[in-house]
Nanobody, 126 residues
Framework: QVQLVESGGGLVQAGGSLRLSCAAS????????MGWFRQGPGVEREFVAA????????LYADSAKGRFTVSRDNAKNTVYLQINSLKPEDTGVYYC???????????????????WGQGTQVTVSS
């Protein structure tokens, strides 16, 4: 049974930082591209960042460039999302997702991802 479990969310003041983690089990983690999505109040779930399973380049939404960093530790079956200089508009539920793709490939479409976590809430106060 595949499980993706996010953690690290919370309430933080604008300008602060958070590191989200997503621990995976039940899948060959090293073979999956991993993505982060977020869903703010009243909006659709949107792509934030993704990292391929081998080589290639990480991909970021325009709103995430410069402040978000996605990384992974295949030995720990964990993907991370470092968020700096948090803004109130970063508020939402952050989800990680796993996508079986060829090496170096990442996708931004929600539909491309095979497995999802339950999400972790990030709330940024102004």
């Amino acid at each position: 049974q595949v499980q993706l479990v996010e953690s690290g969310g919370g309430l933080v003041q604008a300008g602060g930082s958070l590191r989200l983690s997503c621990a995976a089990s039940g899948l060959a983690f090293a073979l999956y591209a991993m993505g982060w999505f977020r869903q703010g109040p009243g909006v659709e779930r949107e792509f934030v960042a993704a990292i391929p399973w081998s080589g290639g380049t990480t991909l970021y939404a325009d709103s995430a460039k410069g402040r978000f960093t996605v990384s992974r530790d295949n030995a720990k079956n964990t993907v991370y999302l470092q968020i700096n200089s948090l803004k109130p508009e970063d508020t939402g539920v952050y989800y990680c997702a796993a996508d079986l793709q060829p090496p170096g490939t990442v996708k931004v479409q929600r539909e491309a991802y095979d497995y999802w976590g339950q999400g972790t809430q990030v709330t940024v106060s102004s």
